[in-house]
C-alpha cells in the first residue's frame, strides 16, 4: 500500500477539466511545500510536470496547475489532450527524510 | 542535455547480490543530489534511496535498508547501488534519477530520470 493515496483512475474529454488528488498526512503533504508531479507515459520514465508545489519546469503546458489544502494535494489539467492520457504521480518529502509516491493514477481520454 | 544511463541489471537468483550502475552526463554531477526509483512490473513508483552531492546525507527506504548501499563517485560521474540478499518483490525497473537540487533530505526530489535497468530476482 502506497503512503500516500491517489484514485486508480480518471478520465475526462478533450477540452474539458480533471483534477487528480494526493492524499497524506501531517508528516509529508501537509509538513511541507514540497510535492511533485510526474507524468509516465506506457514504457517510458517519468517526467517532471510540477515541483515543489508550484513550480513548472520549462516546456511544461500551464494547463497543468496545482493546489494543497492541509494533508492533499491536486493536480489538475486543463484544456485535455490526447496526449495527456498517461499515469500520473505524486511525491512527497518526509519528516522521516525520505521521499514517497502515490500509487499512481490512470488518466483516459475519452 | 541530461542524460542517465543505468546498467548492471539481469536476472538473478534470491539471496544474490547485484550492483547496479548510473552514467551522467550533460549536467554539473557533482553540484546534484541523486536518487533511486523502482518501478515492479505493472505497479507504482518506489523510492529506494537518495544521495547528496558529497555523500553527506543517505537515506533508504524501510523495503531496502540494511540489504542495499547506495553510492556516487563524482571523479567518474556515476552513481551506484549495491543490492544485497535480494528478494523476489526486489524485481523491477530501476530508475536512476537526478535531484532538483545538490541536499538529499532539504525537500527536493527528482527532475531528470534514465531509462532504466531491469532486474528479475527468480530462482
Known amino acids: 500500500q502506497s503512503a500516500l493515496t491517489q484514485p486508480a483512475s480518471v478520465s475526462g474529454s478533450p477540452g474539458q477539466s480533471v483534477t487528480i488528488s494526493c492524499t497524506g498526512t501531517?508528516?509529508?503533504?501537509?509538513?511541507?511545500?514540497?510535492v511533485s508531479w510526474y507524468q509516465q507515459h506506457p514504457g517510458k520514465a517519468p517526467k517532471l510536470m510540477i515541483s515543489d508545489v508550484s513550480n513548472r519546469p520549462s516546456g511544461v503546458s500551464n494547463r497543468f496547475s496545482v493546489s494543497k489544502s492541509g494533508n492533499t494535494a491536486s493536480l489538475t489539467i486543463s484544456g485535455l489532450q490526447a496526449e495527456d492520457e498517461a499515469d500520473y504521480y505524486c511525491?512527497?518529502?518526509?519528516?522521516?527524510?525520505?521521499?514517497?509516491f502515490g500509487g499512481g493514477t490512470k488518466l483516459t481520454v475519452l | 542535455e541530461v542524460q542517465l544511463v543505468e546498467s548492471g541489471g539481469g536476472l538473478v537468483q534470491p539471496g544474490r547480490s547485484l550492483r547496479l550502475s548510473c552514467a551522467a552526463s550533460g549536467f554539473t554531477f557533482d553540484d546534484y543530489a541523486m536518487h533511486w526509483v523502482r518501478q515492479a512490473p505493472g505497479k507504482g513508483l518506489e523510492w529506494v534511496s537518495g544521495i547528496s552531492w558529497n555523500s553527506g546525507s543517505i537515506g533508504y527506504a524501510d523495503s531496502v535498508k540494511g540489504r542495499f548501499t547506495i553510492s556516487r563517485d563524482n571523479a567518474k560521474n556515476s552513481l551506484y547501488l549495491q543490492m544485497n540478499s535480494l528478494r523476489t518483490e526486489d524485481t523491477a525497473l530501476y530508475y536512476c534519477?537526478?535531484?532538483?537540487?545538490?541536499?538529499f533530505g532539504s525537500g527536493s526530489s527528482p527532475d531528470y530520470w534514465g531509462q532504466g535497468t531491469l532486474v528479475t530476482v527468480s530462482s
Open positions: 511525491s512527497s518529502y518526509t519528516s522521516s527524510t525520505t521521499l514517497e
Open positions: 534519477a537526478k535531484d532538483m537540487g545538490a541536499y
Open positions: 501531517s508528516s509529508d503533504v501537509g509538513a511541507y511545500n514540497y
